[in-house]
């Protein structure tokens, strides 16, 4: 049998960190409230001149340094982000250069929050079907660009970052099975009003802005991914209590907890970094998995189960033997 392998992991922040402290300053708000409510401490924003092509690059570098591959070598590259470079070319196209990749296949794409699990999932069915030998997976998003800033219940959450992983051919798994989904009938309650084609007369709407009714958010989150942890154990034969470590988006940390909860893990063995890094969409689930490997946390031959749920609604969930 034919199977995807994580063979090195990378990650980027910004270096400007935005507390709770400072965002009281801003919006009626205070960090209490915040903390309470979703864990989150800080986040970090990218500099004035910083774009989502420059995270990922950083990234991407530091996951092929970490796989010790030579960037000729990586034959499709997959960027999950909500908010490119540019409408077109796509940031994969200005990325791919900037790597000095050959003329690999290079898209972006857009799931919101489950980008990096869904370029995981399209990622790993090239290199089972024999398409791709390594493939070059990315996070990256600077979604504090979208915030309104006046607007207490979204711009507490979110953060900048990026994360990305190197997937090689290999005779044992790795990636053990992928699962995504979609509704687009909540398409309402989490996105932005303004776009390319419905007309892009971002001074007349407010700009390109987050709205998300977080209430309905919320409770939707913690049943789908309770259902889709389920899934994914079902599809392999697996309980609860083999799984090592939970790596989830890092959305709310009382939807982490809940998930952890469905799967009786301890926190023990959840990675959380929504402390830190707020919701950095499509990075947060990459960022978290490489501070676990590179803190020694999660090891070699461990079982992951990675999850994501976001605007779409989109949703997914990938189990790793790291
Ligand atoms: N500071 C202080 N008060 C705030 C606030 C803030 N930053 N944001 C909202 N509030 C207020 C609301 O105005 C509301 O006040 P009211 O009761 O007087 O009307 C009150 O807090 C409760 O609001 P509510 O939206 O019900 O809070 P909540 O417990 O649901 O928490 C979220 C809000 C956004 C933190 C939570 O709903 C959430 O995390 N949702 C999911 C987000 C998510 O996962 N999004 C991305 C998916 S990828």
């Given amino acids: 049998m034919r199977y995807s392998r994580i063979i090195g992991t990378g990650s980027y922040l910004p270096e400007t960190v935005l507390t709770n402290a400072e965002l009281e300053q801003r919006v009626d708000t205070t960090d209490q409230w915040i903390r309470e409510r979703t864990g989150i401490r800080e986040r ?26 030579d960037p000729s070598e990586i034959d499709l590259l997959i960027l999950g982000t909500t908010t490119p470079d540019l409408v077109f070319p796509s940031t994969a196209c200005l990325l791919q250069t900037r790597l000095g990749l050959g003329e690999c296949g290079a898209f972006d794409l857009n799931a919101a929050c489950s980008g990096f699990i869904y370029g995981l999932s399209v990622a790993d069915q090239f290199i089972r079907a024999g398409t791709a ?32 992983v190197v997937l090689a051919a290999d005779e044992k798994p790795g990636i053990m099975s992928t699962h995504i989904h ?122 992951l189960l990675l999850e994501a749920f976001g605007g779409g609604f989109t949703w997914g969930a990938a189990l790793v033997r790291y």
Wanted: glycine share 8%; aromatic share 4%; net charge neutral.
């Fill in 182 to 303: 979609a509704n687009g009938h909540y398409s309402d309650l989490l996105g932005t009003s303004v776009g390319v084609s419905r007309g892009f007369k971002a001074e007349e709407r407010g700009g390109v802005r987050v709205k998300m009714k977080g209430n309905e958010v919320f409770k939707v989150a913690v049943n789908t991914l309770g259902r889709i942890v389920d899934e994914t154990l079902a599809a392999n034969n697996l309980e609860k209590h083999d799984l090592d470590w939970l790596i989830p988006h890092q959305a709310n940390l009382r939807i982490i907890k809940a998930t952890a909860r469905k799967l009786d893990m301890s926190m023990d063995q959840v990675i959380v970094t929504v402390d830190q890094h707020g919701n950095t969409s499509a990075a947060s689930v990459p960022l978290a998995l490489d501070e676990a490997v590179r803190s020694g946390r999660v090891k070699r031959g461990e079982k």
């Fill in 133 to 164: 030998e390594k493939v070059l997976v990315i996070g990256a998003e600077t979604l504090t660009r979208m915030l309104d800033w006046n607007d207490r219940s979204t711009c507490v959450l979110f953060g900048d970052g990026a994360g990305a």
């Fill in 44 to 69: 970090r924003v990218a500099a004035p001149d910083q774009t989502t092509c420059d995270l990922a690059e950083m990234a991407a570098r530091r996951a092929m340094e970490a796989a010790g591959v």
